[in-house]
């Protein structure tokens, strides 16, 4: 109910600003032609925009929406162990559970899946939102989220703003907490490493790197949860301090999963040497016109690989979505991205 709420709010401005487009186009046309002929181009007009967006509704909902794209990415550092060198990393994000129907829908749930590890990757991250409102939405796809981690592909996660139930607004405390658990359990139990604001060793013999995870830090009104300063507590071995002082890399090649890509600039960038930041949240906002996106104006990285200096930020756009079952030139995604030592 508060999905359609916010989605009709949507459906509402847009129209609004539709009318004032349509007087100020039809203005024009008057100060041009003769009332008669204004308004046989307006209507003319009208019509072609009204069918040109059934049309793109349409293969955005059961064209797009349902066709996995697979981006491919290398990333080269002095940093990165020899052991490491060509290390595959498959990054996915804000699958959504809920997007997709349990009876139709299942399969492409499968062959999502089934492309990832078609990939043969080293790791692979989720970085966050699950489901859209609470836990049980994941319910459905647990043997099948079970598939990621049965080939021994080490499977690591984080939370997104979605995975909290605060969008469940007549639950008290005690049940958005039992829900979070909930969600939590059914990541674990299908063997994914769900990193709460904690930190995991990679190795390769003598050679590691390390995998950082925190919960979802937001911009307002988005949740803040995490905390990167007890994820990097006491990882000494590669030169990390502890919180309350410089969170520094000294010879380990790091990688952060962090929900909100706001996070690297806000944070990781001026703080941090991690390596490799890797979010998600944007979904490019559901829209997109060969590069450009609506996202751009809320987001400055929504989409691709990011570098400031020697520090990287991938942004994935999503498998699934939030509010209508529409993805406009943005399809569902599997990034791969490739470290190779320098």
């Not at 990939?119 to 647990?142: H, K, M, N, W, Y």
């Amino acid at each position: 109910m508060h999905r359609l709420i916010f989605w009709g709010i949507i459906i509402i401005v847009l129209l609004v600003v539709g009318l004032i487009i349509d007087q100020i186009f039809y203005r024009i046309m008057r100060l041009m032609f003769d009332k008669h002929a204004a308004n046989v181009i307006r209507l003319s007009v009208l019509i072609v925009v009204i069918v040109s967006m059934i049309i793109t509704g349409l293969c955005g909902r059961y064209v797009t929406r349902l066709r996995v794209k697979v981006s491919h990415a290398e990333l080269v550092s002095s940093r990165v162990p020899q052991a490491f060198d060509g290390f595959k990393i498959a990054h996915i994000s804000d699958f959504h559970l809920d997007s997709f129907d349990k009876e139709k829908e299942f399969s492409f749930v499968e062959k999502i899946i089934d492309r990832i590890l078609a990939e043969e990757p080293d790791v692979i991250c989720f970085t966050g939102d699950l489901v859209t409102i609470r836990s049980a939405q994941a319910i459905p796809f647990r043997n099948v989220m079970s598939k990621l981690s049965s080939t021994g592909i080490p499977v690591f996660s984080v939370m997104g703003n979605h995975d909290y139930a605060d969008y469940v607004w007549d639950f008290d405390d005690k049940r958005r907490q039992a829900d979070r658990d909930s969600l939590r359990m059914i990541q674990r139990e299908a063997g994914w490493q769900l990193l709460d604001n904690e930190s995991r060793w990679l190795k390769r013999g003598n050679d590691s790197i390390l995998i950082i995870g925190v919960e979802n830090i937001g911009e307002p009104p988005f949740s803040v949860y995490g905390d990167l300063g007890k994820a990097l507590h006491n990882i000494q071995p590669c030169g990390l301090s502890s919180a309350g002082e410089e969170n520094k890399t000294d010879d380990c090649f790091a990688i952060l999963l962090s929900h909100n890509p706001t996070h690297w600039r806000n944070e990781v960038l001026p703080n941090t040497n991690i390596d490799l930041t890797l979010s998600g949240h944007t979904h490019a906002m559901q829209f997109r016109i060969g590069s450009w996106s609506p996202s751009k104006w809320k987001y400055p990285e929504f989409s691709g690989l990011y570098q400031e200096g020697n520090q990287y930020l991938n942004v994935n756009t999503g498998l699934g979505g939030v509010g209508p079952k529409i993805r406009i030139g943005v399809r569902p995604e599997i990034s791969i991205i490739t470290i190779h030592k320098k």
